[in-house]
Every structure is written in structure tokens, then in C-alpha cells.
């Protein structure tokens, strides 16, 4: 069982920037990959970002690849999710994810909500025009 709870969302301009932050507790962190994951208003929840059990590896939906930045840090079992160049788009509810390391997950199922086993409460993010 991995409990996560994620902070750091707020309301900020374009062109503003936020950091976002996972923490875990429960089994060990480092044997579960993570995911970020948004859902706007009247929308189907999607994919962010990811990232490997060692942080070496990290993976972007186009919609934030070059403005987003998922890190981890196992010794402090956190996650994180360093916003860029907001966009009013961005505007959604952020959750942090996980799904345990023996599930070996392909580039395009590890983009799919259902793989993953564990969900944080979510943290609103409003980017204003």
C-alpha cells in the first residue's frame, strides 16, 4: 500500500511557473514508478509525465515536453513536477501516481491511467489569461 499526497498547486499566470510535489508513504517508494496525470473540467483524466524507479528515465506528453520536469528523490520518497511556461490549457486538477516495478509497462500503457494502482487526492492548478 503507498499513500501520496501531492501540494504546491495554486493559481499563477501565463508564462508563470509552479512546482509540484508528491509525497509517499507506505511500502517502499523506490519500487514504484510515477506518474503525473491532470484532468481539466469536463474532461478525461490524461497523461503528463512519468518517470523509472531510479529517476534515470523520464517520459512527456507533447502537450508539456520542453516545459515541464518530473524528478524524484527516493532517500526523501518525493516526486515532483517543475511547471514552466504556464499556459492557460494547463488549468487542471494534478494527481501524482504509482504503480509498482513488477509491472513492466510499454511507452504507450505507461500514458494509461488504469495501470496504475495508487492516487493522490489531486491539487488544483489555475493558470490565468
Known amino acids: 500500500q503507498v499513500q501520496l499526497v501531492e501540494s504546491g498547486g495554486g493559481l499563477v499566470q501565463a508564462g508563470g511557473s509552479l512546482r509540484l510535489s508528491c509525497a509517499a508513504s507506505?511500502?517502499?517508494?523506490?519500487?514504484?514508478?510515477m506518474g503525473w496525470f491532470r484532468q481539466a473540467p469536463g474532461k478525461e483524466r490524461e497523461f503528463v509525465a512519468h518517470i523509472s524507479l531510479s529517476g534515470a528515465n523520464t517520459y512527456y506528453a507533447d502537450s508539456v515536453k520542453g516545459r515541464f520536469t518530473i524528478s524524484r528523490d527516493n532517500a526523501k520518497n518525493t516526486v515532483d513536477l517543475q511547471m514552466n511556461s504556464l499556459k492557460p490549457e494547463d488549468t487542471a486538477v494534478y494527481y501524482c501516481?504509482?504503480?509498482?516495478?513488477?509491472?513492466?509497462?510499454?511507452?504507450?500503457?505507461?500514458?494509461?491511467?488504469?495501470?496504475?494502482?495508487?492516487w493522490g487526492q489531486g491539487t488544483q492548478v489555475t493558470v490565468s489569461s
Open positions: 507506505g511500502r517502499t517508494f523506490s519500487s514504484y514508478a
Open positions: 501516481a504509482a504503480y509498482p516495478m513488477t509491472r513492466k509497462l510499454s511507452m504507450a500503457t505507461m500514458m494509461v491511467a488504469d495501470e496504475y494502482d495508487y
